[in-house]
Protein backbone atom coordinates (compact mmCIF):
# COMPACT_ATOMS: atom_id res chain seq x y z
CA UNK A 1 0.00 0.00 0.00
CA UNK A 2 2.72 2.28 0.93
CA UNK A 3 4.37 1.72 -2.89
CA UNK A 4 0.71 2.30 -4.00
CA UNK A 5 0.11 5.63 -2.27
CA UNK A 6 3.38 7.17 -3.91
CA UNK A 7 2.44 6.77 -7.27
CA UNK A 8 1.15 9.55 -9.58
CA UNK A 9 -2.87 10.23 -9.04
CA UNK A 10 -3.42 9.46 -12.95
CA UNK A 11 -2.14 6.56 -12.60
CA UNK A 12 -4.54 5.51 -10.14
CA UNK A 13 -7.30 5.77 -12.24
CA UNK A 14 -6.04 3.47 -14.95
CA UNK A 15 -9.08 1.78 -17.27
CA UNK A 16 -10.19 -1.22 -16.27
CA UNK A 17 -10.00 -4.13 -18.41
CA UNK A 18 -12.97 -3.97 -20.99
CA UNK A 19 -13.61 -7.99 -20.59
CA UNK A 20 -13.42 -9.68 -17.51
CA UNK A 21 -11.57 -12.53 -16.54
CA UNK A 22 -11.08 -13.54 -12.90
CA UNK A 23 -8.75 -16.03 -11.20
CA UNK A 24 -9.65 -17.34 -7.66
CA UNK A 25 -7.22 -19.01 -5.07
CA UNK A 26 -8.36 -22.23 -4.30
CA UNK A 27 -7.94 -23.98 -1.09
CA UNK A 28 -8.17 -27.87 -1.39
CA UNK A 29 -8.13 -30.92 1.15
CA UNK A 30 -8.70 -34.31 1.25
CA UNK A 31 -8.75 -34.41 -2.43
CA UNK A 32 -11.09 -31.41 -3.01
CA UNK A 33 -12.30 -27.81 -3.09
CA UNK A 34 -13.11 -26.58 0.25
CA UNK A 35 -16.44 -25.32 0.21
CA UNK A 36 -15.11 -21.25 0.88
CA UNK A 37 -13.28 -21.63 -2.50
CA UNK A 38 -16.31 -22.78 -4.59
CA UNK A 39 -18.40 -19.68 -2.55
CA UNK A 40 -16.00 -17.57 -4.23
CA UNK A 41 -16.62 -19.07 -8.06
CA UNK A 42 -20.36 -17.91 -6.70
CA UNK A 43 -19.25 -14.71 -6.31
CA UNK A 44 -17.25 -14.32 -9.56
CA UNK A 45 -20.62 -14.77 -11.35
CA UNK A 46 -22.00 -11.41 -9.53
CA UNK A 47 -19.16 -9.36 -11.19
CA UNK A 48 -20.81 -9.29 -14.52
CA UNK A 49 -21.38 -11.69 -17.68
CA UNK A 50 -19.45 -13.40 -20.20
CA UNK A 51 -16.62 -13.43 -17.20
CA UNK A 52 -14.07 -16.17 -17.52
CA UNK A 53 -13.27 -18.37 -14.26
CA UNK A 54 -9.76 -19.84 -13.30
CA UNK A 55 -9.18 -21.89 -10.41
CA UNK A 56 -5.48 -21.40 -9.33
CA UNK A 57 -4.94 -24.75 -6.78
CA UNK A 58 -1.30 -25.42 -6.06
CA UNK A 59 0.18 -27.69 -3.98
CA UNK A 60 2.03 -31.65 -4.27
CA UNK A 61 1.89 -34.90 -4.76
CA UNK A 62 -1.59 -37.12 -5.52
CA UNK A 63 -3.86 -35.39 -3.41
CA UNK A 64 -3.22 -32.17 -5.92
CA UNK A 65 -3.63 -34.58 -8.74
CA UNK A 66 -7.75 -35.48 -7.06
CA UNK A 67 -8.36 -31.52 -6.09
CA UNK A 68 -7.42 -30.91 -9.71
CA UNK A 69 -10.03 -33.46 -10.99
CA UNK A 70 -12.67 -32.25 -8.33
CA UNK A 71 -11.54 -28.84 -9.26
CA UNK A 72 -12.25 -29.46 -13.14
CA UNK A 73 -16.04 -30.81 -12.95
CA UNK A 74 -17.13 -28.97 -9.50
CA UNK A 75 -18.51 -26.06 -10.86
CA UNK A 76 -20.20 -24.87 -14.20
CA UNK A 77 -18.68 -21.32 -14.18
CA UNK A 78 -15.45 -22.64 -14.00
CA UNK A 79 -13.54 -22.85 -17.35
CA UNK A 80 -9.88 -23.50 -16.74
CA UNK A 81 -7.97 -24.66 -13.27
CA UNK A 82 -4.56 -23.88 -13.17
CA UNK A 83 -2.25 -26.07 -11.51
CA UNK A 84 0.45 -25.46 -9.88
CA UNK A 85 2.41 -29.02 -8.55
CA UNK A 86 5.78 -27.99 -7.08
CA UNK A 87 6.86 -28.92 -3.21
CA UNK A 88 7.49 -25.35 -2.78
CA UNK A 89 3.10 -25.24 -2.07
CA UNK A 90 3.05 -28.28 0.02
CA UNK A 91 1.79 -26.08 2.54
CA UNK A 92 -0.24 -23.16 2.18
CA UNK A 93 2.45 -20.97 2.94
CA UNK A 94 1.85 -17.05 2.18
CA UNK A 95 5.04 -16.08 0.66
CA UNK A 96 5.03 -19.38 -1.75
CA UNK A 97 1.40 -18.62 -2.71
CA UNK A 98 1.78 -14.67 -2.99
CA UNK A 99 5.03 -15.26 -5.58
CA UNK A 100 2.51 -17.33 -7.44
CA UNK A 101 -0.45 -15.26 -7.96
CA UNK A 102 2.50 -12.26 -9.45
CA UNK A 103 3.51 -15.33 -11.81
CA UNK A 104 0.12 -16.07 -13.04
CA UNK A 105 -1.21 -12.67 -12.98
CA UNK A 106 1.66 -11.55 -15.71
CA UNK A 107 0.93 -14.39 -17.77
CA UNK A 108 -2.89 -14.24 -17.51
CA UNK A 109 -4.03 -10.35 -16.86
CA UNK A 110 -6.72 -10.99 -14.93
CA UNK A 111 -9.21 -8.27 -14.55
CA UNK A 112 -9.83 -9.53 -10.59
CA UNK A 113 -8.77 -12.27 -8.06
CA UNK A 114 -11.01 -13.76 -5.78
CA UNK A 115 -10.49 -15.51 -2.56
CA UNK A 116 -12.90 -16.49 0.49
CA UNK A 117 -12.01 -15.14 3.69
CA UNK A 118 -10.66 -17.47 6.10
CA UNK A 119 -7.20 -17.73 7.38
CA UNK A 120 -6.11 -18.75 3.63
CA UNK A 121 -7.16 -15.94 1.74
CA UNK A 122 -6.62 -13.24 4.41
CA UNK A 123 -2.99 -15.05 4.93
CA UNK A 124 -2.62 -14.79 0.95
CA UNK A 125 -4.27 -11.98 -0.72
CA UNK A 126 -2.86 -8.83 0.91
CA UNK A 127 1.00 -9.94 0.37
CA UNK A 128 -0.22 -10.97 -3.25
CA UNK A 129 -1.94 -7.65 -3.98
CA UNK A 130 1.49 -5.76 -2.62
CA UNK A 131 3.40 -7.55 -4.94
CA UNK A 132 1.24 -6.62 -7.72
CA UNK A 133 0.82 -2.87 -6.34
CA UNK A 134 -2.85 -2.69 -5.88
CA UNK A 135 -4.82 -2.55 -2.99
CA UNK A 136 -7.25 -5.11 -1.85
CA UNK A 137 -10.68 -5.16 -0.76
CA UNK A 138 -11.61 -7.63 1.85
CA UNK A 139 -14.76 -8.99 3.40
CA UNK A 140 -16.74 -8.33 0.02
CA UNK A 141 -20.73 -9.65 1.03
CA UNK A 142 -22.14 -8.54 -2.18
CA UNK A 143 -21.27 -7.48 -5.98
CA UNK A 144 -23.22 -5.01 -7.72
CA UNK A 145 -21.09 -4.40 -10.57
CA UNK A 146 -17.52 -5.40 -11.78
CA UNK A 147 -16.14 -2.67 -9.24
CA UNK A 148 -18.91 -2.13 -7.12
CA UNK A 149 -18.76 -3.87 -3.56
CA UNK A 150 -20.35 -3.96 -0.03
CA UNK A 151 -18.46 -5.25 3.51
CA UNK A 152 -19.18 -4.55 7.04
CA UNK A 153 -17.44 -1.94 8.48
CA UNK A 154 -17.36 -1.52 12.57
CA UNK A 155 -18.32 -4.78 13.29
CA UNK A 156 -21.33 -5.13 10.87
CA UNK A 157 -22.88 -2.29 12.12
CA UNK A 158 -22.62 -0.15 9.29
CA UNK A 159 -22.12 -1.05 5.53
CA UNK A 160 -19.86 0.18 3.15
CA UNK A 161 -20.42 0.95 -0.72
CA UNK A 162 -16.69 0.87 -1.98
CA UNK A 163 -16.27 1.52 -5.63
CA UNK A 164 -12.56 0.17 -6.94
CA UNK A 165 -11.28 2.69 -9.00
CA UNK A 166 -7.52 1.21 -8.58
CA UNK A 167 -5.74 -0.90 -11.91
CA UNK A 168 -6.21 -4.16 -12.24
CA UNK A 169 -6.21 -6.67 -10.80
CA UNK A 170 -9.29 -5.74 -8.61
CA UNK A 171 -8.13 -8.14 -5.72
CA UNK A 172 -10.85 -9.00 -3.22
CA UNK A 173 -11.67 -11.49 -0.06
CA UNK A 174 -15.57 -12.46 -0.15
CA UNK A 175 -17.90 -14.14 2.70
CA UNK A 176 -18.74 -17.48 2.03
CA UNK A 177 -21.37 -16.89 3.80
CA UNK A 178 -22.82 -13.99 1.43
CA UNK A 179 -22.32 -16.55 -1.42
CA UNK A 180 -24.16 -19.69 -0.45
CA UNK A 181 -23.47 -22.67 -2.90
CA UNK A 182 -27.21 -23.40 -3.50
CA UNK A 183 -27.99 -25.96 -6.10
CA UNK A 184 -24.67 -25.94 -8.12
CA UNK A 185 -25.41 -28.65 -10.83
CA UNK A 186 -22.49 -30.75 -11.59
CA UNK A 187 -20.79 -31.24 -14.61
CA UNK A 188 -20.51 -34.49 -17.26
CA UNK A 189 -17.47 -35.81 -17.24
CA UNK A 190 -16.86 -34.91 -20.93
CA UNK A 191 -17.95 -31.19 -19.87
CA UNK A 192 -15.16 -30.54 -17.70
CA UNK A 193 -13.02 -27.43 -17.00
CA UNK A 194 -9.26 -27.46 -18.76
CA UNK A 195 -6.72 -28.36 -16.32
CA UNK A 196 -3.06 -26.36 -17.46
CA UNK A 197 -0.05 -26.68 -15.66
CA UNK A 198 1.39 -23.81 -14.36
CA UNK A 199 5.20 -22.78 -15.44
CA UNK A 200 7.22 -21.79 -12.76
CA UNK A 201 10.14 -20.90 -14.84
CA UNK A 202 9.90 -17.51 -13.74
CA UNK A 203 9.01 -18.27 -10.15
CA UNK A 204 11.38 -15.82 -7.77
CA UNK A 205 12.80 -18.61 -5.56
CA UNK A 206 14.43 -15.39 -3.37
CA UNK A 207 10.51 -13.68 -2.26
CA UNK A 208 9.80 -14.43 1.01
CA UNK A 209 12.45 -16.88 1.93
CA UNK A 210 12.74 -17.80 5.44
CA UNK A 211 10.43 -15.07 6.42
CA UNK A 212 8.07 -18.17 7.78
CA UNK A 213 8.11 -21.96 8.09
CA UNK A 214 5.49 -25.06 8.05
CA UNK A 215 5.50 -26.34 11.95
CA UNK A 216 2.31 -28.63 11.84
CA UNK A 217 -1.22 -28.68 11.63
CA UNK A 218 -3.63 -29.52 14.37
CA UNK A 219 -7.10 -30.02 13.78
CA UNK A 220 -10.31 -31.64 15.55
CA UNK A 221 -10.50 -34.82 14.50
CA UNK A 222 -14.71 -35.00 14.62
CA UNK A 223 -17.29 -36.00 12.34
CA UNK A 224 -19.32 -32.99 12.65
CA UNK A 225 -20.10 -30.48 10.12
CA UNK A 226 -17.53 -27.61 9.16
CA UNK A 227 -18.13 -24.48 11.55
CA UNK A 228 -18.36 -22.03 8.36
CA UNK A 229 -20.92 -23.92 6.84
CA UNK A 230 -23.04 -25.89 9.36
CA UNK A 231 -26.53 -25.41 9.03
CA UNK A 232 -27.03 -25.74 12.82
CA UNK A 233 -24.31 -23.99 14.94
CA UNK A 234 -24.80 -24.71 19.15
CA UNK A 235 -22.49 -22.05 20.79
CA UNK A 236 -21.19 -22.16 24.58
CA UNK A 237 -19.93 -19.06 26.26
CA UNK A 238 -17.61 -18.10 29.73
CA UNK A 239 -21.09 -19.46 31.52
CA UNK A 240 -20.09 -23.06 30.63
CA UNK A 241 -16.99 -22.47 33.41
CA UNK A 242 -14.75 -25.57 32.84
CA UNK A 243 -13.81 -27.86 28.95
CA UNK A 244 -15.45 -30.60 31.19
CA UNK A 245 -18.98 -28.59 31.01
CA UNK A 246 -18.99 -27.61 27.69
CA UNK A 247 -19.00 -31.31 27.04
CA UNK A 248 -22.42 -30.76 27.41
CA UNK A 249 -22.68 -28.26 24.85
CA UNK A 250 -20.62 -30.90 22.22
CA UNK A 251 -23.46 -33.76 23.26
CA UNK A 252 -25.98 -31.16 22.20
CA UNK A 253 -24.24 -30.51 18.62
CA UNK A 254 -24.19 -33.84 18.45
CA UNK A 255 -27.91 -35.16 18.93
CA UNK A 256 -28.91 -32.31 16.66
CA UNK A 257 -26.19 -32.63 14.15
CA UNK A 258 -24.91 -29.36 14.42
CA UNK A 259 -21.49 -27.83 14.26
CA UNK A 260 -20.11 -26.58 18.11
CA UNK A 261 -18.95 -22.67 18.23
CA UNK A 262 -17.95 -20.41 21.04
CA UNK A 263 -17.23 -16.89 22.74
CA UNK A 264 -13.49 -15.56 22.64
CA UNK A 265 -13.83 -15.63 26.41
CA UNK A 266 -15.06 -19.63 26.04
CA UNK A 267 -11.95 -19.79 24.16
CA UNK A 268 -9.50 -17.54 26.31
CA UNK A 269 -11.15 -19.25 29.64
CA UNK A 270 -9.61 -22.83 27.37
CA UNK A 271 -12.64 -24.60 26.90
CA UNK A 272 -11.74 -25.14 23.41
CA UNK A 273 -9.39 -24.50 20.52
CA UNK A 274 -10.24 -21.26 19.56
CA UNK A 275 -10.74 -22.72 15.68
CA UNK A 276 -14.40 -22.82 16.99
CA UNK A 277 -14.48 -18.88 18.04
CA UNK A 278 -17.30 -16.95 16.51
CA UNK A 279 -16.94 -13.64 16.06
CA UNK A 280 -15.19 -10.49 14.82
CA UNK A 281 -11.69 -12.01 15.39
CA UNK A 282 -13.16 -16.03 14.38
CA UNK A 283 -15.64 -17.43 12.44
CA UNK A 284 -18.57 -15.98 10.57
CA UNK A 285 -21.13 -17.75 10.53
CA UNK A 286 -24.66 -17.74 8.84
CA UNK A 287 -26.80 -21.18 9.50
CA UNK A 288 -30.03 -22.02 9.59
CA UNK A 289 -30.09 -22.22 13.23
CA UNK A 290 -27.85 -20.67 15.60
CA UNK A 291 -28.50 -21.66 19.48
CA UNK A 292 -26.25 -19.63 21.97
CA UNK A 293 -26.03 -20.48 25.80
CA UNK A 294 -24.43 -18.34 27.98
CA UNK A 295 -23.47 -15.63 25.82
CA UNK A 296 -24.00 -12.13 26.47
CA UNK A 297 -24.36 -11.28 22.35
CA UNK A 298 -21.19 -8.41 23.38
CA UNK A 299 -20.68 -6.77 19.90
CA UNK A 300 -17.98 -8.48 18.40
CA UNK A 301 -19.91 -11.96 18.98
CA UNK A 302 -22.72 -10.77 16.97
CA UNK A 303 -20.71 -9.59 14.31
CA UNK A 304 -19.80 -13.36 13.47
CA UNK A 305 -23.42 -14.58 13.64
CA UNK A 306 -25.67 -12.39 13.02
CA UNK A 307 -26.93 -13.15 9.77
CA UNK A 308 -28.16 -16.69 10.71
CA UNK A 309 -31.63 -17.39 10.33
CA UNK A 310 -32.96 -17.86 13.61
CA UNK A 311 -31.22 -17.17 16.43
CA UNK A 312 -32.25 -18.88 20.05
CA UNK A 313 -30.70 -17.31 23.01
CA UNK A 314 -30.56 -19.03 27.03
CA UNK A 315 -29.29 -16.94 29.36
CA UNK A 316 -30.47 -16.52 33.01
CA UNK A 317 -29.91 -12.39 32.88
CA UNK A 318 -33.29 -10.87 31.13
CA UNK A 319 -31.24 -8.00 30.30
CA UNK A 320 -28.12 -9.64 28.49
CA UNK A 321 -27.68 -7.86 25.64
CA UNK A 322 -28.54 -11.39 23.30
CA UNK A 323 -31.74 -10.54 24.26
CA UNK A 324 -32.10 -6.53 23.37
CA UNK A 325 -32.40 -5.15 19.83
CA UNK A 326 -29.44 -4.03 17.29
CA UNK A 327 -29.97 -0.11 18.16
CA UNK A 328 -28.57 -0.88 21.35
CA UNK A 329 -25.06 -0.80 19.09
CA UNK A 330 -25.34 1.66 16.85
CA UNK A 331 -23.94 4.31 18.89
CA UNK A 332 -20.52 2.49 17.42
CA UNK A 333 -21.54 5.03 14.62
CA UNK A 334 -21.09 8.25 15.74
CA UNK A 335 -17.21 7.51 14.70
CA UNK A 336 -16.63 9.90 12.48
CA UNK A 337 -17.58 8.56 8.82
CA UNK A 338 -16.59 11.89 7.23
CA UNK A 339 -12.77 11.35 8.12
CA UNK A 340 -13.47 7.69 7.13
CA UNK A 341 -14.34 8.86 3.39
CA UNK A 342 -11.43 11.53 3.40
CA UNK A 343 -8.77 8.47 4.55
CA UNK A 344 -9.88 5.98 1.75
CA UNK A 345 -10.51 8.47 -0.91
CA UNK A 346 -6.57 8.85 -0.57
CA UNK A 347 -6.85 5.04 -0.83
CA UNK A 348 -8.77 5.36 -4.35
CA UNK A 349 -11.54 3.72 -2.82
CA UNK A 350 -15.03 5.64 -2.66
CA UNK A 351 -17.42 4.70 0.52
CA UNK A 352 -21.01 5.29 1.36
CA UNK A 353 -21.48 4.70 4.45
CA UNK A 354 -25.15 4.05 6.00
CA UNK A 355 -25.97 1.86 9.24
CA UNK A 356 -27.11 -1.67 8.25
CA UNK A 357 -31.35 -1.40 7.89
CA UNK A 358 -31.85 -3.77 10.65
CA UNK A 359 -29.78 -2.68 12.78
CA UNK A 360 -32.06 -0.30 13.58
CA UNK A 361 -35.09 -2.32 14.42
CA UNK A 362 -34.33 -6.10 14.67
CA UNK A 363 -34.13 -7.78 18.19
CA UNK A 364 -31.00 -10.12 18.41
CA UNK A 365 -32.57 -13.89 19.24
CA UNK A 366 -35.60 -14.60 17.97
CA UNK A 367 -36.21 -16.74 20.71
CA UNK A 368 -34.81 -15.88 24.17
CA UNK A 369 -34.88 -17.93 26.89
CA UNK A 370 -34.09 -16.46 30.71
CA UNK A 371 -32.76 -19.51 32.72
CA UNK A 372 -29.84 -21.58 33.55
CA UNK A 373 -28.30 -23.24 31.22
CA UNK A 374 -27.29 -26.15 33.63
CA UNK A 375 -30.91 -27.00 33.94
CA UNK A 376 -32.03 -26.41 30.50
CA UNK A 377 -28.92 -28.23 28.51
CA UNK A 378 -30.01 -31.40 30.39
CA UNK A 379 -33.36 -31.15 30.29
CA UNK A 380 -32.92 -30.32 26.26
CA UNK A 381 -30.88 -33.31 25.95
CA UNK A 382 -32.93 -35.85 27.91
CA UNK A 383 -36.07 -34.56 25.54
CA UNK A 384 -34.40 -34.20 22.47
CA UNK A 385 -34.90 -37.37 20.34
CA UNK A 386 -31.59 -39.87 19.41
CA UNK A 387 -30.33 -38.71 15.38
P1 LIG B 1 -19.73 -12.97 29.15
O1 LIG B 1 -19.79 -11.64 28.49
O2 LIG B 1 -19.05 -13.08 30.45
O3 LIG B 1 -21.23 -13.49 29.24
C1 LIG B 1 -21.61 -14.65 29.90
C2 LIG B 1 -23.13 -14.66 29.86
O4 LIG B 1 -23.58 -15.87 30.44
C3 LIG B 1 -23.76 -13.53 30.70
O5 LIG B 1 -24.68 -12.85 29.88
C4 LIG B 1 -24.46 -14.25 31.86
O6 LIG B 1 -25.69 -13.64 32.20
C5 LIG B 1 -24.70 -15.61 31.24
N1 LIG B 1 -24.76 -16.68 32.25
C6 LIG B 1 -23.95 -16.87 33.32
N2 LIG B 1 -24.27 -18.01 33.97
C7 LIG B 1 -25.30 -18.57 33.27
C8 LIG B 1 -26.05 -19.75 33.43
N3 LIG B 1 -25.80 -20.61 34.39
N4 LIG B 1 -27.05 -20.00 32.53
C9 LIG B 1 -27.34 -19.14 31.53
N5 LIG B 1 -26.64 -18.00 31.34
C10 LIG B 1 -25.62 -17.72 32.19
N6 LIG B 1 -15.90 -12.27 21.48
C11 LIG B 1 -16.36 -13.27 20.70
O7 LIG B 1 -17.21 -14.06 21.12
N7 LIG B 1 -15.87 -13.42 19.42
C12 LIG B 1 -14.96 -12.59 18.89
O8 LIG B 1 -14.54 -12.79 17.76
C13 LIG B 1 -14.46 -11.52 19.69
N8 LIG B 1 -13.56 -10.65 19.21
C14 LIG B 1 -13.17 -9.61 19.98
C15 LIG B 1 -12.31 -8.65 19.44
C16 LIG B 1 -11.93 -7.57 20.21
C17 LIG B 1 -11.01 -6.56 19.61
C18 LIG B 1 -12.40 -7.45 21.51
C19 LIG B 1 -11.99 -6.27 22.34
C20 LIG B 1 -13.24 -8.38 22.07
C21 LIG B 1 -13.63 -9.47 21.31
N9 LIG B 1 -14.50 -10.44 21.82
C22 LIG B 1 -14.96 -11.41 21.01
C23 LIG B 1 -14.86 -10.47 23.25
C24 LIG B 1 -16.22 -9.90 23.53
O9 LIG B 1 -16.12 -8.50 23.75
C25 LIG B 1 -16.82 -10.52 24.82
O10 LIG B 1 -15.93 -10.35 25.87
C26 LIG B 1 -17.14 -12.01 24.68
O11 LIG B 1 -17.88 -12.26 23.53
C27 LIG B 1 -17.95 -12.43 25.92
O12 LIG B 1 -18.12 -13.80 25.88
P2 LIG B 1 -19.32 -14.48 26.72
O13 LIG B 1 -20.60 -13.98 26.21
O14 LIG B 1 -19.04 -15.94 26.70
O15 LIG B 1 -19.01 -14.01 28.21
Excluded at 44 to 51: H, I, P, Q, S, V
Excluded at 342 to 348: G, S
Aim: charge should be negative.
Amino acid sequence: VGAFRNRSFATHFASYSRSLSTLVLAEHEGGSVKASSLSAVEAAKFLGEDNSVSLLLAGSGPSLQEAASHAASCHPSVSKVLLADSDKFTYPLAEAWAELVHVVQQRGSYSHIITGSGSFGKNILPRAAALLDVSPITDVIEITGSHLFVRPIYAGNALSTVRYTGSDPCMMTVRSTSFPLGAVSARSESNTAVIDKVDLSTFSEDYGVGKSKYIGLSSQDTERPDLGNARIVITGGRALKSAENFKMIEKLAEKLGAAVGATRAAVDAGFVPNELQVGQTGKIVAPELYMAFGVSGAIQHLAGMRDSKVIVAVNKDADAPIFQVWSNHTSLLSFSLSSLIQQDHQRLCEYDCSPTQDSLELQVADYGLVGDLFEIIPELLEKLPEK
